[in-house]
């Protein structure tokens, strides 16, 4: 086998019925053999029935916990049901192209000596998706969508060019974009704190927002990676119940993220650069975090990490400039 398509799903089976959906459309364009798998954090909502009505037409292997583990436990267990060569991990309210799944084996038969792919995404709000008959047709998607990425020529390069906002504004922590070798995922497990992983409250450390990073990190700076300018899925917005911590995000995990990278090799000039623009939003962001302190995530916020040692650099300061004048620029339109 040589691909697994990999969705942890919790609570949103109307999204994984379009998800899978999706799949099954594009696996009628392509005549290569792959597998899907879903790990459902022990829902609320009958998910079975959903997979029981896809099981037929598409190969699905479907697993439920018996209780709810947290998302990054749940990544972690829908990871480890693949048994494919390489892993795409998408969200259950992500869609795949009709063309998809054949581009897709057509990148691997041609870059056979690489590790990692990170594949480009359309940016869809899924009150679009939700005006039509379900599950959702992807034939049916707007000609012109946003792109994750602006980037525009598909090409090979070293994983840590990868590390730029021009490429990835969060730094590859868009777990949709992101195809990897199962074996090499496996060899570097070790880099998950379990203990912190495990933790119930949502976003409380990095382990469990967004450990995969420092398994993809560690495991694939060495390599040579693949980037498909051209997207191949649909990120579909409004569908996030954490939309009241993007400020907490934004400004305390994805300057982490950064130091992950930093650790596993990224230079010290761009790691520099980049921490700066990713704190582009740190004085508006704080307030607001202030201000809806009981949703926003603020007691996970550690002063000292994540805030005194982010004063040294300019846009700390320039925040408040940005966010006046984006005010100023749309008063004027």
Not at 24 to 46: H, R, T
Not at 78 to 101: E, F, Q, R
Not at 245 to 259: Q, S
């Amino acid at each position: 086998m040589l691909l697994s398509i990999c969705i942890p799903t919790f609570n949103r089976s109307e999204c994984l019925n379009n998800c899978l959906n999706s799949i099954l459309i594009s696996s009628k364009n392509c005549q290569n053999k792959f597998e899907v798998c879903v790990s459902d954090n022990n829902s609320d909502q009958n998910v079975e029935d959903i997979i029981n009505k896809f099981k037929s037409k598409i190969n699905i292997k479907f697993n439920k916990n018996y209780k709810n583990l947290g998302h990054g436990r749940n990544f972690l267990k829908v990871v480890s049901m693949a048994t494919g060569k390489y892993v795409w991990t998408i969200g259950d309210d992500d869609l795949i192209l009709p063309h998809a799944i054949g581009t897709l084996f057509k990148i691997f038969n041609s870059n056979v000596n690489l590790d990692f792919f990170f594949i480009n995404s359309y940016n869809l709000e899924s009150k679009f998706i939700f005006s039509f008959n379900q599950p959702f047709d992807t034939n049916n998607l707007p000609k012109k969508m946003q792109k994750y990425s602006n980037y525009q020529k598909s090409s090979q390069m070293n994983f840590f060019d990868l590390i730029n906002p021009k490429i990835s504004f969060d730094f590859l922590m868009g777990m949709y974009l992101l195809v990897f070798k199962k074996k090499i995922w496996d060899r570097n497990l070790d880099q998950i704190n379990l203990q912190d992983i495990s933790k119930p409250e949502i976003f409380s450390t990095f382990d469990n927002t967004c450990g995969y990073v420092k398994v993809i990190s560690k495991g694939f700076s060495k390599s040579k990676v693949y980037l498909q300018a051209e997207p191949l899925s649909v990120n579909l917005k409004g569908e996030r119940e954490w939309r009241e911590m993007y400020d907490f995000i934004e400004i305390v995990r994805i300057p982490e993220i950064l130091d992950i990278h930093r650790g596993n090799g990224l230079s010290f000039f761009k790691y520099h650069y980049y921490k700066n623009y990713s704190l582009r939003n740190f004085i508006p962001n704080f307030f607001k975090m202030l201000f809806n302190y009981k949703k926003s995530g603020l007691k996970y916020v550690k002063f000292r990490k994540n805030i005194i040692k982010n004063l040294i650099y300019p846009n700390c300061y320039l925040s408040v400039i940005f966010f006046l004048t984006r005010k100023i620029k749309k008063i004027f339109k």
